[in-house]
């Protein structure tokens, strides 16, 4: 195929992460046809180095956690089994691969072409593939995710990443995670559990900057008491070698004890590098992500963007619901189709697991002033209670009010910590984004006993 003599389609796709697909598929059942430009494994980091492989060594560590309770309510298990982890990378890429099959053959019925090759822009019509095929195309999607970030240090190279988490086979027995972020407490959570000694290093002056402060110190607290050191408002200034481990330098000097594996989760950074971007006018805003508006359109027309690359709320269903609500607008007959990101719930996979929808404390406070009621309760789960471990769950809403009565109450804010939370969150937030009330939860009979229960109880 010549220059003179390209592909033509009404959509080509750059990358086949959970945006890319999602919007593959939608434009495909509008009727699109729907080239999708792909060189790695499909599914993007949520599938091979992020939720799901993720999400599966959390169950694990959760089972660990669980046997121990299981040990104090009177089971013969040992405190702390073995845990055979090249056993169950088997059956997690297993997993795996299934999405990948599952992902072929919904390509494959959908009638998209999907190429194995890298694509660049050659302008805003037109994306030429590694090998040199040239497709032409009335739209273009770019959803090419993101990396994580080495930071610019001495020594950066002696440290792995969360994507060499998952190529791991064992538990090193000591480990030091670097940063504060999601990433940072969700693996410093597993592998605790799974059998590491482990301390992370912060930046910042707790964990979860973007957390509810509230909930974020309740995390710390268990993860204190769980024996994972926290080193907060740390400031790394170098790696250096001692034998085959690794120590970590502050600026201050000090030096730390020495570590078997030292992984960073400073950030991660947009993958726009050598995509034509320049040629095609699309622009990248001042962090280094490809600038969208509320539509996801760049600046040159025709070429859109979602999902990490974008840098907008950078979370698996949020790249999905962005793009299928694009496709929509642009194949679908819905001109006002756009997602709206306010109110996007999030959880954290930490031990136990932590979310949040809606406005902190702080940021409500910030917002509307005398106005805000905050009603809390910090419990023990029955099995936490029954095994007689430390460990309580936080639960919060955050109200705006007119008046001092419930129903004069709108709730803003909701913010868990503890068993379940994960689970509990996601019908609770649809609560919120109808615009419920205090009075609403309050008039829900409670499912009993429940940990879900403690929030139309407040």
Same mark, same amino acid.
């Given at each position: ?17 959970? !945006?890319?697909?999602?919007?593959? =598929? ?5 009727? *699109? @046809? +729907? /080239? &999708?430009?792909?060189? #790695? ?118 440290? !792995?990443?969360?994507?060499?988490? =998952? ?5 090193? *027995? @000591? +480990? /030091? &995670?670097?940063?504060? #972020? ?277």
């Amino acid at each position: 195929m010549s220059a003179t003599d390209p592909l033509r389609f009404d959509l080509v796709v750059l990358g086949g992460g959970s !945006g890319g697909l999602a919007g593959a =598929f939608r434009a495909a059942e509008h009727g *699109a @046809r +729907v /080239a &999708l430009l792909e060189p #790695g494994e499909l599914g993007g980091t949520c599938v091979n180095a992020g939720c799901v492989p993720k999400k599966a060594m959390w169950l694990a560590a959760d089972l660990a956690h669980r046997v121990g309770h299981a040990a104090a309510l009177g089971f013969a298990v040992p405190p702390r089994p073995a845990f055979g982890w090249r056993v169950f990378l088997t059956d997690r890429q297993r997993y795996i691969a299934g999405i990948h099959q599952s992902y072929r053959e919904r390509l494959d019925r959908a009638g998209i072409v999907w190429m194995p090759q890298r694509g660049r822009l050659l302008d805003a019509r037109t994306v030429e593939t590694a090998d040199g095929v040239r497709l032409r195309a009335r739209r273009i999607l770019i959803a090419t995710g993101s990396r994580p970030v080495r930071p610019d240090l001495p020594g950066a190279e002696l440290a !792995g990443t969360s994507d060499d988490f =998952f190529a791991w086979c064992d538990a090193p *027995a @000591r +480990v /030091a &995670l670097v940063g504060g #972020g999601y990433i940072a407490v969700e693996l410093a959570g597993v592998l605790q559990a799974l059998g590491s000694a482990v301390d992370v290093y912060a930046r910042s002056p707790r964990l979860l900057p973007n957390a509810d402060a509230e909930i974020a110190e309740q995390l710390q607290e268990h993860y204190r008491q769980l024996g994972t050191g926290l080193h907060l408002g740390y400031d790394l200034a170098a790696l250096e070698r001692d034998g085959a481990r690794v120590r970590l330098r502050a600026d201050d000097g000090a030096r730390s004890e020495p570590y078997d594996a030292v992984l960073l989760a400073v950030g991660r950074r947009a993958n726009t590098d050598d995509l034509g971007l320049e040629a095609a006018g699309v622009a990248l805003d001042e962090r280094g992500n490809i600038a969208v508006d509320a539509r996801q359109d760049t600046r040159a027309e025709g070429v859109h963007a979602v999902g990490d690359v974008t840098g907008k709320a950078t979370l698996t269903p949020v790249a999905i619901a962005a793009a299928r609500r694009l496709m929509d607008r642009l194949f679908g007959g819905r001109p006002d189709a756009r997602l709206d990101y306010t109110g996007i719930p999030t959880v954290v996979f930490a031990h136990p697991p932590l979310g949040g929808v809606g406005l902190t404390e702080a940021q409500a406070r910030e917002a509307h002033g005398e106005r805000v009621r905050v009603y809390r309760t910090r419990f023990r789960p029955m099995l936490q209670a029954l095994a007689d471990t430390s460990l309580c769950s936080l639960f919060k809403l955050v109200c705006v009010a007119e008046g001092e009565a419930p129903a004069q109450q709108r709730v803003v804010g909701i913010h868990l910590i503890g068993e379940a939370a994960d689970e509990i969150l996601q019908g609770f937030a649809v609560a919120l984004k109808m615009g419920a009330t205090l009075a609403d939860l309050r008039d829900t009979v409670a499912l009993h006993p429940t940990s879900a229960e403690e929030l139309v109880l407040l």
